[in-house]
Every structure is written in C-alpha cells, then in structure tokens.
C-alpha cells in the first residue's frame, strides 16, 4: 500500500487556502484595527480571538453536518466551494472599509467572513482522512501540512511586496486580492481534480476485505480505552491545546509588536515571519519523514 502523492497535494490545495488566509487575517486586521479604528490592544486581541470562540461551536457543528451530507458533488466539498465562495467575496470588504474608515462596514463583513470559515474548515481537514487509507494517513497529513506552509508562505510574500503606504497610510487591498485569487485558484484546482465521490468508493472497494476482517474481530463493540492509552490521549491533546494557545497568541500580535517596537511599518513585518516560515520548512521535511516511515512501520 503506498500513499498516492499526487493526490493528496492535489488535496493540500483545500488547507493551502484556509492557511494563506489565516495568516492575513492576523498580520494584517491586527494593523487595521490598532491603526485605523484606533482599537486598544485588549480590544484588538479579543476580536482577533472570535475565530477560536467561534470555532468551538462552528467547527463540530459543519464537521458533522458534512459527515451526514450526501450529493452528488461528495459530502466535503459543497461545504469546501461555497465557504470559499463566501469568505473571498466578504473578504474583499474589510480593505475598502479599511480605507474609507467605515467602521460598521468592517465588522460586518468581518464577521462573515470568520463564519463563512467556519463553515468549511472542518469539512476541508476531513477530506485527506476519508480519501486516504489509516496506514497512510501520517504521511499524508506532512503533505498536507507541507501545502498549508506554502499557502502561509505565499501570504507573507505577497504582504511584504505589496502593502505600501500611500499618504502615510498603508494600502491593503492589492495583499487581499492576492490572497483571495489564490483561495479561489485552490479551490477550482480541487474541485477539477479531485471526484470526491469515486475516490470514496475506490477506498471503500480496496480496503472491503480489511473492514470485513475488523468486523468479525470486533462488530460494533464499545471498549473503553486502556489506562495507559488514555493517559497518552490526554498528554497529545493536551499539548496541542498549549501549542495552538501559544502560537495564536503570537502570531496574532505579531504585526503590531513589530511595529511598535521595531517601527517597522507597511508589510515589513511579514519578511522576519518569511524567513522563519521558510526554516521552519526545510526543518521539518527530514522530520515528517522519518516520523511517517517509524509511524508505518510500527502499524505493520
């Protein structure tokens, strides 16, 4: 059994996106509330933290209503197209409000813009797993990851080429129509090659015999996890949480501790997160590696 690589790039495309907006949204609207609503940092970071408040009800709710979903285009990608759909159109706001400094405007289609994440987050991290077999699943999730650090990395380059001050002000909305065509490109290039319904059943038709074999051997049967297990379970989730609390409390304030302290203005901030991105990536490949190969040969 090995791992289809194209396709599973091809997949990446689905969090290429997701990645490559997240880390505009908190470079830049960081910026526009701090410098153009003149919002305090107390104000600025609890607004910044409604995608996280709004995850934990969002995020399950539309992962399950797309595991019950069934049409004729998958159960993953209508949530997929039309979450893109909404977020690239309501996104486009937030530089126009920026610039005409109209306050309402901005929060509004902030806050759609944050729902109609929501909405395909979940769905789009769900489509690697339902198309890729458990042995495999490792491997692919580096690829994945791989293809969120390219869409994060094409982010901060486009913030630091084309953000630039005019009249003293810094002119935002080149960056998000940048951002925005790539999330759309993603998506199309997913959807044109990626037949979420007849790479189910492909899976589905390779892996029966294995799925017979687990049914005789356990059909249906709760068993609470071991001891040992759970504890493992606990310290894994555990890590995640401080790692994620860590990182978003950072990368959220990056841009205005920049520019307060450094008085690094524009896109300027975004070069030092580049050349960390970039690290950060040919660190990691030899790891993901070497953690993919040990991971499978411990299932076989």
Do not use: C, H
């Amino acid at each position: 059994m090995k791992l289809n690589y194209k396709r599973t790039f091809l997949i990446g495309f689905a969090f290429l996106s997701i990645s490559a907006f997240w880390q505009l949204y908190d470079g830049i609207v960081s910026l526009m509330l701090k410098n153009t609503f003149s919002f305090g940092d107390a104000l600025t970071g609890f607004i910044l933290a409604l995608d996280n408040i709004l995850a934990i009800f969002l995020l399950p709710l539309f992962g399950t209503l797309s595991d019950r979903t069934k049409t004729r285009f998958g159960k993953r990608m209508p949530y997929i197209v039309i979450g893109t759909a909404a977020a690239v159109v309501s996104m486009m706001f937030l530089p126009y409000a920026d610039k005409t400094q109209n306050l309402t405007l901005f929060l509004v289609s902030l806050g759609v813009v944050l729902f109609a994440m929501s909405t395909y987050r979940s769905p789009a991290v769900a489509l690697m797993p339902d198309l890729t077999p458990k042995p495999l699943r490792s491997k692919a999730n580096a690829v994945i990851n791989l293809m969120g650090a390219a869409g994060v990395g094409f982010a901060l380059a486009m913030t630091a080429l084309l953000v630039k001050s005019e009249n003293g002000k810094a002119d935002y909305t080149y960056v998000f129509a940048s951002v925005a065509a790539v999330m759309v490109i993603s998506i199309v290039v997913l959807v044109l090659t990626i037949n979420e319904n007849r790479l189910a059943a492909e899976m589905a038709d390779e892996l029966k015999d294995d799925a017979v074999d687990e049914e005789k051997a356990d059909p249906g049967k709760k068993q609470k996890l071991p001891r040992d297990v759970f504890k493992s379970l606990v310290f894994l989730l555990s890590s995640v949480f401080l790692w994620f609390f860590a990182y978003n409390a950072v990368s959220s304030t990056y841009s205005r501790y920049i520019s307060s302290v450094f008085g690094i203005t524009d896109g300027g901030f975004a070069k030092s997160l580049l050349i960390g991105t970039v690290a950060a990536v040919v660190s990691y490949i030899p790891i993901g590696i070497f953690q993919a190969g040990w991971a499978e040969k411990r299932l076989y």
